[in-house]
């Protein structure tokens, strides 16, 4: 073989690396966007760069296009070179440990630094973020320190989408743990209490925040379940706007939740009392509901996109009143009037559309908001040990709460409705029995008669209230 | 001179082997050799021929194969002789980190010196070997004559008794081995035993009393210089300038009696002739100790150093029809 | 914490370790004598003792100077070659920890906790791959390039060449230590602020022994399980006859700290217990608990005011309790603890949970006396010195590997024990000991094949025994290399350091102390061995 001397070497060095680098300019060349002309610079078109730039773009795959990027997370990344996987593992298996070990800081420490090196998996963040908000939190004894877990998890969540901006789920995920995590939980009377009037790090106080800013934006006052629902409507906003994908339920079910997050805020009003103990039922209560039943039925208007069984697409919705309406839809994609009811009857059992429509339509006329009303202030009454006037107030909350029950019969087997026309009863029972009256008499007799059997439950149910 | 014998192997023989045990080559065979105390004493033979081998087998770097070698009436690879000699390795493997200063302090420390004896020699070893200016730079920017220098004045930092050096002189210009040369015979004044392996046969010639040239591992030759570059049975004459006339008149003169010599002596050959007879001769007759004529007075190989004759007497310029 | 404060002793250890190395050198020479035996045939043994002899004397003519100047001479080396560069990826690292430290408005402890573990697992991590590197190259580049030969043709015996080297690097690895060390605390000052640096504290715990009374007030060997994954605490279910009791030994003057008012003498008792709730209970009000102090040779019971137990809030569970406690009805009686409740400087406390049906989780290290706090300094730089014996631990194996074989191999078995005895020393003694889950090799194997979880046994029939006995093989050869490698994590303190505590000399300084030397002395020596009995010229 011919031997080539040091020049000509070097040469076919330089050629070679020629050669190689045009296949890697015609992928990786990267692109520019438009620039606008300012007062020194000139206006400049945006760049077309090579293959794999057009598809990031195709993609939205660049990272700056998904989210802010984190520049220590970068760092990381490019410090560990293809690793990342392995060096995920790996500090997996110890934030597993410290978790065991109850060691805390370290904990969270390796989760953030498990989250910077996987940046863009929104299932690392909500795991995560989740694990500290319940599993975490839960270790804990005093209430304060729990929430304070609780927040971590939801900050973290909001971070991720902070980093992911066009992924559904981690907006959802926030808004849930913000609903659920904060209104639900054993601790949800501490817990909101926290959200929305003072939380227990001093260090708000003295910024005159009261609340954590950081999670619940609008600042004092501001319901839980609202900001939740602000979240549950980004995530159906980017769900509409960037990402046709989300992978956490059903698509109906998961539309519904901002109105659900409407309907657990104003149901909240009836199971939590004001600073001076009193009801918060009321005007503003009966408001919510208003807006809640105008939240679902637009919810009920949205249409679902199905497919009938001859193979054709079409759309039904929720929000059907009558037969007609059924059979306009199956005359518009000429299938049967049952096909379409049985389709939308499934689309029923999935949201539980009619019960929710029912009750939200219930809810928010006045009668019924002053039957809770009455009802509530009776049994406080009660509690007090004025017995009359107890009793007065309990027999007009009863008397709405059956005016409430002929117009929406369909309440008459709803379990919480059940529950508080029977707790009424049996505590104006006792009343009527205490005052040396026939206990018998008192409105509800046809719920009464429909639940007795159940007696025992509700029986506990009364005592657990009273003693409260 | 004194017989006292300073470095003594007996049998000494080496095999390398490989990882697993299998015999790879012989390096060295059964080699008998005693060095005296006060002589310079010259190992020489071809690249691979085990003079290394053997200077590693000395300094106890190596372990034999069979045989013993004492030095200094110890063991060769008891660490107490070493208080006693000095060592120049071929390539002066000296850190090259250091500088000359520093490096005879480090070797210093190694004998043990305190401080103040430490400085002493270095400095009068520097002055020596004349790297008094260079002694704060680093080894790695030195020449290579300045390391063979900086090398040899690390083996003399404990004014040993026995000096090992190999390969003294390569690297070093016309007067740096004048100068090395020199420093090698005021060594033996001093009454020191040296032990050099060289490649530079003239050098060799120059300072040493007694040789010994290796072969593929076997002594071949070994005898005191000067008797080993003796031509017996040849007569040498040096005139001046003779006209054709005079040279057939000296001749018939000299057929007749003996008259106006000029000088009468026995010619030397050189030792690169020697070496090279040698080398060849063990090629023709592997496995034999070469014996040159010096040592032959009763042997049979008389013949054969007949043959060298004019070889020897054909350089000579008195060599006349 | 997960640190149980268990003191040292230094006899057992001491037994242990001689039967180890006796072990190991018993094998050392009797596979040395027998290979001389067959080289030299009936000539061996004298040889060998010989050869022995003259290794005992090599360590009795050891000179402190010459062992000094290859301690020098390797300094001088490794500092010319710049290795402390080292020092500036340090200063990046630091320089950009802020980013991965997260943000301030942490609770103050939880940010030291995050600093401190930071800094010295940065610093630990950084320090070994930078010394193993170094000392695994640097006996076999001595010997490539034959400077060492040089060196060897002096009076130099191979012990000093292995000790100077070690010290060598040891002083190097010192110097980069104890910069990064003063660095890193700097840094840690500069960048807390002023509240949380007041949670930088290092207090002076003293540890009793702990044993357990059940619900009927029997003796048990433990309390309750709740179901935590973690078994290191157990629990004592509350308004229940069950006890943590605690003995604390050499209680006198000392103990008791001055209150800064009034100058009264008091006990300052500390706890880190877990709580567990059984049902939800009252979540405004913590479990109560409460100690009593126990005095059986004299009869006397006092038992203190109960306390809510602030779960995870470090430093904030501890109760000050006058040397003379009042007691009884309308505190009418008195107690001195040192002279009535102690008995001969023996303090009983036991420990009891009042909330009903709820639980009070404790380990040993759960209840403490504390004494005055050390400055958090010391032990910062305790902990320091800990790395410290763990990078000597490092250094020796490096270089007695590095005797051996050639640089590149030296520097991968150094780097797997180290590795294994960094991370993975308890699983190792899991493996060694058989309760790892899922049975050895071949059981891991065929479970994993039929997906058969490891709860469920094999059956009982002759496969079942064939595959046991067969992972006993794998199983025996852990239980005996188990004890060539060093558990690193003994050199570990941040724990102590990071929760706020002084390191104690015996159950912290000393096993590290001793798991050194006991490493170090051992290795040492074969890797003076092999020097010894090497030819330099490896061709």
């Given at each position: 073989m011919k031997k080539l001397n040091s020049l000509q070497r070097k040469l076919v060095y330089l050629g070679g690396i020629i050669i190689l680098s045009i296949p890697i300019l015609l992928l990786g060349q990267p692109g520019r966007a438009s620039v606008e002309a300012t007062d020194t610079t000139q206006a400049r078109p945006a760049e077309r760069g090579g293959k794999l730039d057009a598809m990031r773009k195709q993609y939205d795959l660049g990272q700056s296009d998904l989210g802010a990027v984190d520049p220590s997370s970068a760092t990381m990344n490019l410090v560990l070179l293809g690793l990342r996987g392995v060096a995920t593992c790996i500090l997996q298996l110890e934030a597993q440990e410290h978790q065991d070990h109850k060691n805390w800081a370290e904990l969270e420490q390796t989760t953030e630094s498990i989250i910077k090196l996987q940046p863009h998996f929104h299932k690392v963040w909500h795991f995560k973020g989740w694990n500290l908000a319940y599993n975490v939190s839960q270790e804990w004894d005093a209430v304060e320190d729990r929430y304070f877990w609780v927040k971590k998890g939801i900050k973290i969540h909001q971070k991720g989408v902070r980093q992911n901006r066009k992924v559904p789920d981690l907006y959802w995920h926030t808004g849930n743990i913000i609903a659920k995590k904060i209104g639900r939980s054993d601790e949800w009377v501490q817990f909101r209490r926290f959200f929305m009037k003072k939380d227990p790090d001093p260090r708000f106080a003295?910024?005159?925040?009261?609340?954590?800013?950081?999670i619940n934006e609008r600042g004092k006052d501001y319901d839980n379940y609202l900001m939740a629902k602000e979240w549950f409507e980004e995530s159906m906003r980017v769900l509409k706007e960037d990402n046709p994908i989300q992978h956490i339920m059903a698509p109906t079910l998961f539309r519904s939740y901002p109105a659900r997050?409407?309907?657990?805020?104003?149901?909240?009003?009836?199971?939590?009392?004001?600073?001076?103990?009193?009801?918060?039922?009321?005007?503003?209560?009966?408001?919510?509901?208003?807006?809640?039943s105008d939240d679902w039925i637009a919810f009920g208007q949205v249409p679902i996109l199905v497919r009938f069984n001859s193979g054709e697409f079409g759309e039904v919705q929720l929000e059907i009143r009558s037969d007609d309406e059924y059979q306009e839809i199956a005359d518009k994609y000429e299938v049967d009037e049952g096909v379409v009811k049985d389709i939308v009857r499934r689309y029923h059992e999935l949201t539980n559309y009619p019960y929710w429509r029912t009750r939200v339509l219930a809810e928010r006329e006045e009668n019924t908001m002053l039957a809770h009303k009455e009802i509530f202030e009776g049994q406080e009454l009660y509690k007090k040990g004025e017995?009359?006037?107890?009793?007065?107030?309990?027999?007009?909350?009863?008397r709405r709460f059956e005016t409430l029950l002929d117009k929406y019969p369909q309440l008459i087997i709803e379990d919480l409705t059940v529950e508080e026309g029977m707790v009424a009863i049996l505590v104006y029972r006792y009343i009527r029995q205490t005052l040396g009256e026939p206990p018998e008499i008192h409105p509800l007799k046809k719920l009464w008669n429909e639940h007795k059997n159940r007696l025992p439950i509700f029986e506990k149910e009364m005592r657990r209230r009273m003693e409260q | 001179m004194n017989s006292e014998a300073v470095i003594e192997t007996r049998s000494l023989s080496k095999v390398y082997r490989d990882f697993w045990g299998r015999k790879k080559v012989r390096a060295l065979n059964s080699l008998n050799l005693e060095v005296h105390r006060g002589e310079i004493f010259g190992l020489l033979g071809p690249n691979g021929s085990g003079k290394t081998t053997t200077l590693k087998l000395l300094l106890g770097l190596l372990f034999p194969t069979e045989g013993s070698a004492e030095i200094l009436g110890s063991p060769a690879t008891d660490v107490v002789k070493n208080q006693r000699i000095g060592y120049l390795p071929e390539e002066s493997y000296l850190y090259r980190f250091l500088n000359s200063e520093e490096t005879l302090d480090f070797y210093g420390r190694l004998f043990n010196m305190p401080r103040k004896e430490r400085k002493e020699r270095s400095e009068k070893l520097l002055e020596l070997v004349k790297l008094t200016d260079a002694r704060k730079r680093q080894l790695r920017e030195y020449s290579k004559g300045m390391t063979r220098r900086i090398g040899l004045a690390q083996a003399l930092i404990n004014d040993p008794d026995l000096v090992l050096l190999d390969e003294p002189t390569s690297g070093l210009d016309p007067l740096g081995t004048r100068d090395m040369k020199d420093l090698i015979l005021n060594l033996r004044d001093q009454g020191k035993t040296v032990l050099m392996c060289s490649h530079v046969l003239s050098d060799v010639q120059d300072v040493c009393d007694r040789v010994a040239i290796l072969d593929s591992g076997e002594l071949k030759v070994l005898g005191r210089v000067e008797e080993l570059l003796k031509n017996q049975g040849v007569t040498q004459i040096r005139t001046s300038t003779l006209s054709d006339e005079a040279v057939a008149e000296i001749k018939a003169v000299v057929a007749k009696h003996n008259s106006e010599f000029l000088e009468v002596d026995h010619p030397t050959t050189t030792l690169e002739d020697l070496f090279l007879k040698t080398v060849r001769d063990a090629a023709d007759r592997p496995g034999?100790?070469?014996?040159?004529?010096?040592?032959?007075?009763?042997?049979?190989?008389?013949?054969a150093a007949d043959e060298e004759v004019p070889v020897a007497a054909g350089d000579s310029d008195s060599d006349s029809e | 914490m997960t640190f149980n404060p268990i003191p040292f002793d230094v006899l057992a250890g001491l037994v242990n370790w001689a039967k180890v190395v006796g072990c190991v050198f018993a094998a050392v020479f009797v596979i040395a004598f027998l290979l001389q035996i067959a080289s030299r045939g009936a000539q061996g043994p004298a040889f060998f003792f010989r050869q022995l002899v003259a290794s005992v004397m090599d360590w009795l003519t050891m000179s402190p100077r010459r062992i000094w100047a290859l301690t020098l001479l390797t300094f001088?080396?490794?500092?010319?070659?710049?290795?402390?560069?080292?020092?500036?990826?340090?200063i990046v690292l630091i320089m950009f920890a802020g980013w991965f430290l997260g943000d301030s408005t942490e609770r103050p402890e939880m940010q030291v906790k995050r600093y401190v573990s930071f800094m010295l697992t940065?610093?630990?991590?950084?320090?070994?791959?930078?010394?193993?590197?170094l000392s695994c190259w640097g006996i076999p580049e001595d010997i490539k390039a034959r400077s060492l030969h040089t060196v060897v043709t002096k009076p130099v015996k191979r012990n000093e060449v292995v000790l100077g080297r070690i010290f060598g690097f040891n002083l190097i690895g010192t110097v980069a230590l104890l910069t990064m060390g003063v660095a890193g605390y700097a840094w840690m000052?500069?960048?807390?602020?002023?509240?949380?640096?007041?949670?930088?504290?290092?207090?002076?715990?003293?540890?009793?022994?702990?044993?357990w009374l059940n619900k009927q007030g029997n003796e048990a060997l433990q309390g309750d399980n709740v179901g935590d994954i973690w078994t290191f605490r157990s629990y004592i279910a509350g308004n229940t006859k069950a006890r943590a009791i605690w003995d604390f030994t050499g209680i006198d003057e000392d103990s008791f700290r001055k209150n800064p008012q009034t100058g009264e003498p008091e006990l300052h008792l500390e706890s880190t217990f877990n709580v567990f709730r059984s049902f939800k209970g009252d979540l405004e009000r913590?479990?109560?608990a409460r100690y009593t102090f126990v005095n059986d040779s004299r009869g006397l019971r006092v038992s203190v005011d109960p306390f809510e137990v602030q779960e995870f809030r470090a430093g904030a569970n501890v109760m000050t309790i006058p040397r003379k406690i009042t007691y009884g009805p309308d505190r009418s009686l008195s107690a001195d603890i040192l002279d009535d409740l102690a008995d001969d400087g023996n303090l009983r406390i036991e420990v009891e949970c009042l909330t009903t049906s709820q639980y009070l989780g404790a380990a040993q290290s759960d209840l403490f006396i504390r004494l005055p706090e050390q400055s958090f300094a010391s032990s910062f730089g305790k902990a320091i010195f800990g790395i410290w014996m763990m990078m000597t631990t490092a250094i020796v194996l490096s270089v007695c590997l590095s005797c051996v074989v050639k640089g590149p191999v030296a520097m991968l078995a150094a780097g797997c024990i180290i590795v294994i005895g960094k991370s993975f020393w308890g699983f190792l003694a899991k493996v060694a000991s058989g309760d790892v889950e899922g049975g050895g090799v071949i059981e891991g194997i065929i479970r994993i094949h039929r997906h058969i979880t490891p709860n469920v046994e094999f059956q009982e029939d002759s496969r079942r025994q064939l595959v046991e006995s067969i992972d006993k093989v794998p199983q025996l050869y852990v239980q005996v290399s188990r004890y060539l490698i060093p558990d690193l994590s003994q050199f570990n303190m941040t724990e102590y350091v990071a929760n706020g505590f002084d390191i104690p000399f015996s159950a912290g300084l000393l096993p590290a102390l001793a798991t050194m030397l006991g490493f170090c002395i051992p290795w040492i020596f074969l890797g003076y061995l092999a020097l010894k009995f090497r030819e330099l010229e490896s061709k």
């Open positions: 003295e910024k005159n925040w009261e609340v954590d800013r950081e997050s409407q309907i657990d805020f104003a149901e909240v009003h009836g199971r939590e009392v004001d600073e001076n103990g009193n009801s918060r039922i009321g005007e503003q209560s009966r408001e919510a509901w208003d807006k809640a017995f009359e006037e107890a009793a007065a107030l309990l027999q007009k909350g009863m | 034999q100790r070469y014996i040159p004529p010096s040592e032959s007075e009763q042997g049979q190989a008389q013949d | 001088r080396e490794a500092s010319r070659r710049k290795v402390f560069t080292i020092g500036v990826i340090f940065t610093i630990g991590w950084l320090i070994l791959p930078v010394v193993v590197i000052m500069r960048s807390l602020n002023e509240e949380t640096r007041g949670s930088l504290t290092a207090r002076v715990p003293v540890y009793g022994e702990i044993s913590g479990i109560l």
